[in-house]
């Protein structure tokens, strides 16, 4: 990305790692992905989701998770772009306009973007959505307390303090409805009639991705009457509470009157009735579907490796629903450590990398499989291995690679990893025996809280050669992922790594990853960040590890079940549907 690094751009960054420890996402596939991708059965029957919860927030701009979002946007939450329910990972990406006509329109240079929406387009109460609403909801984004992701702050052409902050304070108070700052906002959320036009502060080829996100959802400016707006779900959608949401307990989703099914490109009519329950744990959802009115019921998290034998006992009463996880887990090898200073090492460690055994230790294929790249499926820029050794490794080729380089056997290394999860010092011990056949010294370092605070911090940053870490797309693009990880512009301060925990300052990278972010044309862009990735897996800049599985198990009533990567993995509830 082009511009001045602003703190506003790794305060987003923060906000997405707080969230990638324990966000999940698939790609479809599974046992029953072929009857379950089918048209929704019986729209009239009850549906009941089950789930572990608290649910947040269901303001949309405090929705920062992408497994809420894609809950949101296929039940009450419409935004100007989203994507559809499909059967595989092409589909799911093709973005399409919802409340907007179509996927918008940039200028030359990428620095405005336009969206005209839909005609006769209303709120549950029958009131219009405007133009008006949606710059409401955008200016909704810059406030304090709102917890946003950024990206409104990040890109619109809006005037940034010395420190990165925002000069636009939000819409709230007084110095938020003064003069000056509805200028701000005006400025760069401008409206024609039902024309919103963007105005960026940098060019930005995916801005027509980024209105996906909840943060640019439309808001009536009424509704910050309400009160606390946490978990207000104004429907712009097919489905609106019953009653007031009651975190930790649920609510009930009832059909919207006002929602036409002829204005809208990506959702239908389901079931008629959706009873959300929170507060269960996952074996107690699970023992849910056993009981009789269990066969319409959907566990809305994934299923622990551990209860994957109580799934089976459930035999036919139940049917279930693997794919690809949003999280790739993967190893960033300090640049600055004297042990790996020199790209033949980098390659070496990579190549002696016991993906295999660090699987199997963490439940095997039901929970996750090798990655040979940040870049899942889901991507349109995923690609094939640059550096394939086999899920085993290969430690006779890193050591004649260290050899090469003229290294001294054994390299002594120091791993940290987080080490809170089950299975992950098993995990780590497989990886570190591979590491030692391939020549070298391992010390592995279990960090039990706080961990990205510490492995993050400049003033232990010399401490490790090797961190463990994961992360999650936040739209299907790699800018959502290499840039976070990879641009020392972004994340590299005095005090902070960010999460580029391999500390990756190179310039003609740098330089690279702007281009492919304003690369004009699908398919030349995706070419682009397939490039800056496997440049980075060449030089030995991350190794990945393994691409997380999720497992959904519903009750054997349920019918379209399918996961939406796009979504962070959750079931798709626009196909699911009910036999009765």
């Known amino acids: 990305m082009t511009g001045t690094p602003t703190?506003?751009?790794?305060?987003?960054?923060?906000?997405?790692?707080?969230?990638?420890?324990?966000?999940?996402?698939?790609?479809?596939?599974?046992?029953?992905?072929?009857?379950?991708?089918?048209?929704?059965?019986?729209?009239?029957?009850?549906?009941?989701?089950?789930?572990?919860?608290?649910?947040?927030?269901?303001?949309?701009?405090?929705?920062?998770?992408?497994?809420?979002?894609?809950?949101?946007?296929?039940?009450?939450?419409?935004?100007?772009?989203?994507?559809?329910?499909?059967?595989?990972?092409?589909?799911?990406?093709?973005?399409?306009?919802?409340?907007?006509?179509?996927?918008?329109?940039?200028?030359?240079?990428?620095?405005?973007?336009?969206?005209?929406?839909?005609?006769?387009?209303?709120?549950?109460?029958?009131?219009?959505?405007?133009?008006?609403?949606?710059?409401?909801?955008?200016?909704?984004?810059?406030?304090?307390?709102?917890?946003?992701?950024?990206?409104?702050?990040?890109?619109?052409d809006i005037p940034k303090r010395a420190d990165g902050t925002s000069t636009y304070p939000g819409p709230y108070g007084s110095e938020g409805r003064s003069s000056d700052a509805r200028k701000l906002i005006a400025d760069a959320v401008e409206c024609d009639g039902q024309t919103v036009t963007f105005n960026l502060g940098e060019p930005v080829a995916t801005f027509d991705e980024i209105v996906s996100v909840p943060e640019f959802a439309p808001y009536e400016?009424?509704?910050?009457?309400?009160?606390?707006?946490?978990?207000?779900?104004?429907?712009?959608?097919?489905?609106?509470?019953?009653?007031?949401?009651?975190?930790?307990?649920?609510?009930?989703?009832?059909?919207?009157?006002?929602?036409?099914?002829?204005?809208?490109?990506?959702?239908?009519?389901?079931?008629?009735?959706?009873?959300?329950?929170?507060?269960?744990?996952?074996?107690?959802?699970?023992?849910?579907?056993?009981?009789?009115?269990?066969?319409?019921?959907?566990?809305?998290?994934?299923?622990p490796p551990a209860l994957a034998d109580q799934r089976e006992q459930l035999?036919?009463?139940?049917?279930?629903?693997?794919?690809?996880?949003?999280?790739?887990?993967?190893?960033?090898?300090?640049?600055?450590?004297?042990?790996?200073?020199?790209?033949?090492?980098?390659?070496?460690?990579?190549?002696?990398?016991?993906?295999?055994?660090?699987?199997?230790?963490?439940?095997?294929?039901?929970?996750?499989?090798?990655?040979?790249?940040?870049?899942?499926?889901?991507?349109?820029?995923?690609?094939?291995a640059v550096m394939d050794a086999g899920p085993g490794g290969d430690p006779e080729r890193a050591q004649e690679l260290l050899t090469e380089a003229e290294e001294d056997e054994p390299v002594a290394v120091t791993v940290a990893y987080r080490s809170d999860t089950e299975g992950m010092d098993e995990a780590m011990q497989a990886l570190a025996d591979g590491w030692e056949a391939g020549g070298f010294e391992v010390t592995l370092e279990p960090v039990e809280t706080d961990y990205y605070e510490q492995v993050g911090a400049r003033r232990t940053a010399d401490e490790r050669d090797v961190v463990w870490a994961n992360w999650g797309h936040d739209y299907p693009s790699a800018a959502t992922v290499l840039p976070p990880l990879f641009d020392n512009r972004v994340n590299l301060t005095s005090t902070s790594l960010g999460r580029n925990y391999g500390q990756v300052a190179d310039t003609e990278l740098n330089e690279a990853m702007d281009e492919a972010g304003e690369t004009r044309g699908d398919s030349a862009r995706a070419e682009a960040w397939t490039e800056v990735d496997t440049e980075l897996l060449r030089d030995g800049a991350y190794v990945p590890l393994r691409q997380?599985?999720?497992?959904?198990?519903?009750?054997?009533?349920?019918?379209?079940?399918?996961?939406?990567?796009?979504?962070?993995?959750?079931?798709?509830?626009?196909?699911?549907?009910?036999?009765?």
């Not at 960054?13 to 929704?40: R, Y």
């Not at 090898?333 to 990579?350: G, H, L, Y």
């Open 7 to 156: 703190r506003s751009r790794r305060a987003r960054l923060a906000a997405l790692a707080a969230t990638a420890g324990v966000v999940l996402a698939g790609c479809t596939g599974g046992d029953d992905q072929a009857e379950e991708t089918s048209t929704p059965e019986g729209p009239e029957g009850e549906l009941t989701l089950l789930a572990q919860g608290p649910v947040d927030a269901w303001d949309p701009q405090r929705i920062v998770d992408r497994r809420t979002a894609g809950v949101a946007s296929r039940l009450w939450m419409r935004t100007l772009t989203a994507y559809p329910p499909a059967e595989d990972a092409a589909g799911q990406r093709e973005l399409t306009g919802d409340l907007a006509t179509d996927t918008g329109t940039p200028n030359e240079d990428l620095t405005e973007w336009s969206f005209t929406l839909r005609e006769g387009l209303t709120w549950q109460d029958g009131s219009p959505i405007t133009c008006g609403d949606v710059r409401y909801g955008v200016s909704r984004a810059f406030a304090e307390d709102t917890g946003s992701g950024g990206y409104a702050v990040t890109y619109l």
């Open 221 to 303: 400016e009424a509704q910050d009457e309400q009160g606390d707006s946490a978990h207000l779900a104004f429907s712009s959608g097919p489905y609106m509470l019953e009653e007031d949401w009651t975190p930790s307990d649920g609510g009930t989703w009832v059909r919207n009157p006002e929602w036409s099914e002829g204005d809208d490109p990506l959702r239908e009519a389901g079931p008629r009735e959706i009873v959300h329950r929170e507060g269960l744990e996952p074996e107690d959802a699970l023992a849910a579907l056993a009981e009789d009115d269990g066969t319409r019921s959907l566990m809305l998290d994934p299923l």
């Open 315 to 384: 035999g036919q009463d139940a049917r279930s629903v693997t794919g690809d996880g949003q999280l790739v887990e993967y190893l960033a090898p300090n640049m600055e450590s004297d042990a790996f200073a020199k790209q033949d090492v980098r390659r070496a460690f990579a190549l002696s990398t016991d993906r295999r055994g660090y699987v199997e230790a963490l439940g095997g294929r039901d929970a996750g499989g090798a990655a040979w790249s940040l870049l899942p499926e889901i991507l349109p820029s995923a690609h094939d």
């Open 548 to 580: 997380t599985q999720v497992t959904y198990v519903a009750g054997s009533e349920v019918t379209g079940l399918g996961i939406n990567a796009a979504y962070g993995g959750v079931p798709d509830l626009g196909s699911v549907g009910v036999r009765r």
